[in-house]
């Protein structure tokens, strides 16, 4: 099983930037897939997560309003649409696989290597 995240750089403050993760290895369209982020010193939080179908997604607070997940499961991939990016969002972003998604890391199996997303001030 692979998780391949990518998309991830260095974006001004007010601006966007937009994750994706391409899966293989596994039945992309039975798992609910998570995107987490963990900033230095840091434990790694939930930020967004969908279900298998796409129909049902959930968001972290902090992100809610500027954050879109979503999924294309002909290309076994999903995406993390990032808007109005604020410097505490700089962490290391992992998108994750759970054939139950929720806010919580224990039930992601499957995880990506990251993705570094620096937002400057």
Known sequence: VQLQASGGGLVQAGGSLRLSCAVSGLTFSSYGMGWFRQAPGKEREFVAAINWSGD??????????????????????????????????????????????????????????????????
């Not at 999924?71 to 808007?83: F, I, S």
Request: glycine share 6%.
């Open 56 to 121: 049902s997604t959930y968001y972290a607070d902090s992100v809610k309003g500027r954050f879109t997940i979503s999924r294309d499961n002909a290309k076994n991939t999903v995406y993390l649409q990032m808007n109005s990016l604020k410097s505490e969002d700089t962490a290391v972003y992992y998108c994750a696989a759970a054939l139950s998604p929720t806010h919580n890391i224990r039930p992601y199996g499957y995880w990506g290597q990251g993705t570094q997303v620096t937002v400057s001030s």
